[in-house]
């Protein structure tokens, strides 16, 4: 995704007390459900908005997109959302070992050609990744508009031993829905799964 640079991200991010900085390890009594890809923070926003019993976390890689959940935070803040400026790939920095319920992944970059495939946020070694965090009960759920990558991606889970418990080739809206989606959504069907681990 092409991103505009904002001037003052950096700032914005690093001074932001809603942003949970490395080595902060996040600890919570509610549910802590943990979106990696957030992009500009709708689908993360609009959900902590309404379940005020859940910590939701906003995982962005990309300063000036993670800027943009920021900037929605100073304006009407959420005790129930905490956002990280980084790749998923240092999840040990903000959590301990079977600490996250649900894992977003929404829209995820598909990384069509085959020598990319590894950097698609379903990979197996991503997946083996969030094992370690997830619940023993934990799900990952997964929307796309990319047949390729949605198919490709129920072979990982399989994979890694998920079970997947939902499927659907039509999905209709969700609670919350992502800037993505809502572009989406109007070119064709979106797809999406549940995941969990065999028991
Ligand atoms: C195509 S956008 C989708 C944004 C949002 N989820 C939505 O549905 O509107 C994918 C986002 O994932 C972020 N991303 C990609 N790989 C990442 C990684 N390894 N760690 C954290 N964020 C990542 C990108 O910076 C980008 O903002």
């Known amino acids: 995704m092409r991103t505009k640079k904002i001037k003052q991200a ?7 007390s809603f942003v949970t900085k490395e080595n902060n390890i996040i600890k919570s009594d509610k549910p802590v459900h943990l979106e990696i890809g957030s992009g500009k923070g709708q689908f993360i926003y609009g959900l902590a ?24 935070q100073e304006e009407q803040p959420l005790n129930n959302l905490s956002i990280i400026n980084d790749d998923a790939l240092h999840l040990e920095k903000y959590f301990e070992f079977h600490s996250i319920s649900t894992l977003y992944l929404n829209f995820s970059d598909p990384w069509p050609k085959t020598r990319h495939h590894k950097r698609r946020l379903t990979f197996p070694t991503f997946l083996k990744l969030y094992k370690q965090y997830l ?14 990558l949605f198919n490709d991606s129920i072979d990982y889970f399989e994979s890694e031993g998920f079970i997947i418990t939902e499927l659907s080739y039509d999905s209709p809206v969700g609670e919350s829905i992502s800037e993505y989606e809502t572009k989406k959504r109007l070119l064709g069907p979106i797809y999406s799964l549940k995941a969990k681990l065999e028991a």
């Open 10 to 16: 950096s700032s914005g991010v690093n001074n932001s």
């Open 135 to 148: 619940t023993k009960d934990g799900i990952i759920e997964l929307r796309t508009d990319h047949l390729e």
């Open 49 to 72: 908005t309404l379940h005020q019993d859940n910590l939701y976390v906003a995982l962005e890689k990309d300063i000036n997109v993670a800027y943009r959940i920021v900037q929605k």
